[in-house]
C-alpha cells in the first residue's frame, strides 16, 4: 500500500504570548515572556506564585454566553484554536465531505477547573447536588467532541491523553490515519487550562514547578545551571492535517508537510525521565525512520526543555548521541522558555513553532540565560539559540514532547516540496 502524503494547510493558537498565531510567533521570535503573577485564584500561600496565563480572553467571540458557560476553560481554548486554524485553512465547510474530516484533539487534563469547583461545592449537609454538565465539562475529550459537533465533522474523532505528549500523540494519530487513507482532513492539536489551585497546588506537591517568584518572566530558563522546575501554562493550539492531493485539488496553501513521528516510553519512573535519556533517543531514532530520513537532514530541534534539573541534561545527552558530531551544526530552542510549559497541548504548540521556523527561516529563541549560568553536565558548543532568534533557513525540523509516565513523542515537518 503507498502512503499518502500529509501537509499542513491551517495553524490557530491561542497562548500566553498572544491570542492568535500571528500573535504568538511575533512573541517567539521577539524572545518576549508570558509569565506573570497568577491572576486566576489567590496564589498567595502557594509555593508558586506565577505561571503563563492566556490574558483578555472573552469566549463570547468564539460562542454565546449560554453555551460558554456548558464548557470547562481548556475547552474554550481548543474551540478557539481550531476555528482560527479552520479559518485559515479555507476549507469550504458547505462543499467538503464531512465524513472524510475528522477532529483528533488532546488533553492531559482536561476539565480540572470544572473538577475543583464541583468537588467545592459539595458537602453532606447539602447532599449531592451536582451541575448537569459537571462531567461533560470535565472529561478530557470534550474539546475533540464540540469542535466535530460545531463544524459537522463526521470523520475519526477523540482524544489523545498522554500527559504533556498528549497534542504530539494527536498529530501523529492524524498523520497516520490520513496517509493510511482514512481520512482527508484532521483538526488536530491540543488545548490546556490547569493553572488552578489543585493544578498549581499539585504540581508544587512535586517540587516540579518554579519558585522564583521574585522574577516570573526569567524563571524558565532551559539549559541554565539555576533552573529550578518548569513553569505552568495554559492555551489552545490546532494544526489542520490534510492529504497533499486533496490540499492542491482546493488550491490550499501549504505551511509544510508532516514527514514522519515517534513513539516510545521510558519504562522507567513515574514522572522523571531517564537519566541516560533512553526513551529520548528511541523516539527520535523512530521518528527519523518514520520519516525515511537521515539525522544530518535535522536543521532544528524544538526540544522538551522544561527547565527542569533531570531533564534538560538527558535530553541533550540524548540529542548527542542521536546526531553525533551533527548535533553541533543544528539550532536547538525550547519555547517553554517564553510560552511556559502548555502540559498536553505542549506538542502542538512545539510543533507549529517548527512549522513557522520552516516558513519563516527563522529560529525562536531559549530566552534567560545568563552568561556563566552554565550546568558542568550540559555541553554548550551545542547551539542552544540562547536569548535571541537566529535566521537560518530550514529544510526539516523535530519537535520532541516528553510526558510524566515516560511517555514520548516526536514529530517531523519538512519544507513541501510537490
Known amino acids: 500500500m503507498e502512503l499518502k502524503r500529509v501537509v499542513v494547510t491551517g495553524l490557530g493558537a491561542i497562548t500566553p504570548l498572544g491570542n492568535t498565531l500571528s500573535e504568538t510567533w511575533e512573541g517567539l521570535i521577539n524572545g518576549k515572556s508570558g509569565a506573570g503573577p497568577i491572576t486566576h485564584f489567590d496564589a498567595s500561600n502557594f509555593k508558586t506564585q506565577f505561571a503563563c496565563e492566556v490574558k483578555d480572553f472573552d469566549p463570547t467571540q468564539i460562542m454565546d454566553r449560554k453555551e460558554a458557560r456548558k464548557c470547562d476553560r481548556y475547552t474554550l481554548l ?21 465524513d472524510r474530516v475528522g477532529v483528533i484533539f488532546a488533553s492531559g487534563i482536561g476539565g480540572i477547573q470544572t473538577f475543583e469547583d464541583e468537588a467545592r461545592g459539595y458537602s453532606p449537609e447539602r447532599g449531592p447536588r451536582f451541575n448537569p454538565f459537571f462531567i461533560p465539562k470535565m472529561i478530557s475529550d470534550i474539546a475533540a467532541g464540540l469542535i466535530s459537533m460545531r463544524y459537522g465533522y463526521r470523520g475519526p474523532n477523540f482524544a489523545t491523553v498522554s500527559a504533556c505528549a498528549s497534542s504530539a500523540h494527536a498529530i501523529s494519530d492524524a498523520f497516520n490515519y490520513i496517509r493510511l487513507g482514512k481520512a ?72 509544510a508537510e508532516v514527514v514522519g513521528t515517534g513513539m516510545s516510553a521510558d519504562a522507567y519512573h513515574l514522572t522523571a525521565s531517564h537519566p541516560e535519556g533512553l526513551g529520548a533517543k528511541l523516539v527520535m531514532r523512530n521518528a527519523l525512520e518514520d520519516a525515511q530520513m537521515k539525522p544530518e537532514e535535522i536543521d532544528y530541534i524544538n526540544v522538551h526543555g522544561t527547565s527542569t534539573p533531570v531533564g534538560d541534561i538527558s535530553e541533550v545527552k540524548a540529542i548527542q548521541e542521536v546526531f553525533g558530531e551533527h ?41 534567560n540565560h545568563e552568561e556563566g549560568d552554565n550546568d558542568p553536565e550540559i555541553d554548550y558548543n551545542l547551539n542552544f539559540t540562547f536569548n535571541k532568534a537566529q535566521k537560518r533557513e530550514i529544510n526539516a525540523a523535530l519537535s520532541n514532547t516528553f510526558g510524566f509516565g515516560g511517555h514520548n513523542a516526536c514529530v517531523i515537518v519538512k519544507k513541501f516540496v510537490r
Open 78 to 98: 481548543g474551540i478557539a484554536a481550531a476555528k482560527e486554524a479552520i479559518e485559515d485553512s479555507n476549507i469550504e465547510n458547505d462543499t467538503i465531505n464531512k
Open 327 to 367: 548535533a553541533y551544526k543544528l539550532n536547538i530552542s525550547s519555547t517553554k522558555s517564553m510560552t511556559g510549559h502548555l502540559l498536553g497541548a505542549t506538542g502542538a504548540l512545539e510543533a507549529m513553532a517548527c512549522i513557522m521556523a520552516i516558513k519563516e527561516g527563522i529560529i525562536p529563541p531559549t530566552i
Open 184 to 255: 482527508d482532513v484532521i483538526v488536530s492539536g491540543g488545548a490546556e487550562a490547569a493553572i488552578a489551585i489543585v493544578g498549581v497546588g499539585g504540581f508544587n506537591a512535586m517540587n516540579a514547578l518554579s519558585v522564583r517568584n521574585e522574577s516570573p518572566e526569567t524563571a524558565s530558563r532551559p539549559f541554565s545551571a539555576s533552573r529550578d522546575g518548569f513553569v505552568m501554562g495554559e492555551g489552545g493550539v490546532s494544526l489542520v492535517l490534510e492529504e497533499m492531493e486533496h490540499a492542491i485539488a482546493r488550491g490550499a496553501k501549504i505551511y
